[in-house]
């Protein structure tokens, strides 16, 4: 850490001892009785911990990427990030405000304008009026969508919704980005693009959070990666270090 | 922004979100908000003034009715549409880390605006009617404040005890069902037999609805049932508030 002052050496994302639990049979049965015993500690059988004991510290600016099988806890571990669950063992904070790319298009509404559609989920997330009013061109541009401003949404190619809800996302001036495999759709020259507005971001001093099964793209963007397996973080260390590991543990 | 700004702003949106959709898929839009008070009431208005012979409630009658429905309206609408407050927007829920109260309080926000812009069809029934306005009128933003606090306790009890029991929403329909007979809505909690009058306090819309009422007939204000009303519809918030507490975390990861 550079000599500096304590905001310096504050870390953007602070995750301590978290763990979350999870009940193996969804939807089962649940008594009354549950819900007001208070949070007890003990595992009972149908339960289980998709992450647990998970510590690390996030500084401003860095770029992690997260890297482990499917269903190893990195979504997981992410919307924990996010805020969007919250941890039943541990403390999770987050410092600065955060632009999720989780579910982009959850927000939109099928039955509004794309207009409407926009001042609805950039104020959700935080944008005022007058910032969206600023910005609203630049969205439709990035999006390339300018012809379908005033069309309900539900008329939109499923392209262009992911379009639309990424140059949203993208446009607030928040300090941490988590990128989920969201990317994964669109065609590539809209992917191209996206990729070039996060290193923009990142340029920008951005924290970038980010999941993937992309070799390329981890080491593209990331210098430091965390790996997961079975619930508990095997490796913190940079990026290419690894993901060297995890090819040895699963691809030899 | 502010914490407290950041949270006005969002249930803001949610809230003009709700009622847009909610106009712009409909062609009657705003008439469909008093439509539904306005068929009951001449139902009720019919069967009770022109088939039956009527000895409970105050005339104007249809003045009466209307004082009462519309709250219920907004009351019963809050609370059936609170049970898929986050089944509906899972989604949404999933994706946005916005104080998850809104979820609920912008239902209720919402339906309390409908139920303002219904208003001027009570006002219109009173003038025509030649209902006599009294200065009780002062009182009805106290009845709006109670229950509002009432209606909004009551949501954050069912909505997150749905996501778990989904026999619950049924079960919510059917009990709304037995309480607008069981609340002084057709007829006036004087009209109770006396054994059962000392426990319709009990039920907290007998009270606001009597503050409602109490503009157009004055005899129908009852402070020791508004007293009890406000008593328990601040129990019933806190009870909300506690329980809602508890079950955010499981109800983030069921949805």
């Not at chain 2, 926000?109 to 219904?118: D, H, P, T, V």
């Not at chain 2, 009780?136 to 749905?162: E, K, N, R, S």
């Amino acid at each position: 850490m550079p000599t500096g002052n304590a905001t310096a050496a504050r870390p953007a994302i602070s995750v301590a001892d978290a763990g979350i639990r999870f009940r193996r049979n969804r939807g089962g049965r649940r008594s009354f009785k549950d819900l007001f015993a208070g949070r007890d500690r003990r595992s009972k059988p149908g339960e289980f911990w998709p992450l647990r004991h998970i510590s690390f510290d996030v500084a401003p600016g860095e770029a992690i990427g997260v890297v482990g099988r499917n269903g190893q806890g990195k979504s997981t571990l992410l919307k924990l990030v996010a805020g969007v669950v919250l941890p039943d063992e541990g403390t999770i904070g987050v410092h600065e405000g955060v632009a999720p790319l989780i579910e982009i298009t959850g927000g939109f509404v099928n039955d509004l304008t794309v207009r409407d559609n926009v001042y609805l989920t950039a104020g959700l997330h935080g944008m005022s009026r007058r910032e969206i009013d600023g910005r609203f061109d630049d969205i439709i541009a990035f999006a390339e969508i300018a012809d379908f401003v005033d069309t309900p949404y539900k008329h939109l190619s499923s392209g262009m919704k992911v379009r639309i809800a990424f140059a949203v996302i993208a446009q607030l001036e928040e300090p941490i980005i988590l990128v989920d495999e969201v990317l994964a759709v669109g065609d590539r020259a809209f992917r191209e693009k996206c990729y070039r507005r996060i290193e923009e971001l990142l340029d920008g001093g951005r924290t970038l959070f980010f999941v993937s099964h992309n070799e390329k793209d981890l080491r593209r963007f990331c210098t430091r990666g965390l790996y997961l397996d079975k619930g508990a973080l095997v490796l913190d260390a940079p990026i290419d270090d690894v993901l060297d590991r995890y090819n040895a543990d699963y691809n030899s | 922004m502010s914490r407290s700004a950041r949270y006005r702003h969002a249930l803001w949106i949610l809230t003009v979100r709700d009622l847009r959709v909610r106009y712009s898929t409909s062609a009657l839009g705003y008439v469909w908000s008093i439509l539904d008070p306005l068929v009951m009431s001449g139902i009720y208005w019919f069967v009770f003034t022109q088939v039956f012979r009527r000895d409970v409630g105050e005339e104007p009658y249809i003045v009466f009715l209307l004082a009462a429905l519309l709250p219920w309206m907004w009351f019963t609408g809050s609370v059936s549409d609170s049970t898929r407050a986050f089944l509906r927007e899972a989604k949404l829920v999933r994706s946005t880390t916005i104080p998850r109260t809104i979820w609920v309080n912008r239902i209720v926000l919402s339906k309390g605006i409908e139920f303002l812009a219904a208003l001027p069809v009570l006002a219109a029934f009173a003038i025509f009617s030649g209902a006599q306005v009294n200065l009780d009128i002062v009182l009805f933003p106290l009845a709006i404040v109670i229950q509002a606090v009432l209606t909004i306790g009551l949501c954050l009890i069912v909505a997150p005890l749905v996501v778990f029991f989904r026999d619950l929403e049924r079960a919510v329909k059917l009990v709304l069902r037995f309480m607008f007979y069981a609340t002084p809505i057709i007829y006036s909690t004087t009209a109770l037999p006396d054994r059962i009058e000392p426990f319709a306090a009990f039920n907290p819309l007998s009270g606001i609805f009597a503050l409602y009422r109490s503009a157009f007939f004055p005899q129908e204000l009852n402070w020791h049932l508004v007293g009890v009303s406000a008593a328990m519809s601040t129990v019933i918030l806190a009870v909300g508030l506690l329980v809602f507490k508890r079950c955010e975390r499981s109800v983030l990861k069921e949805i």
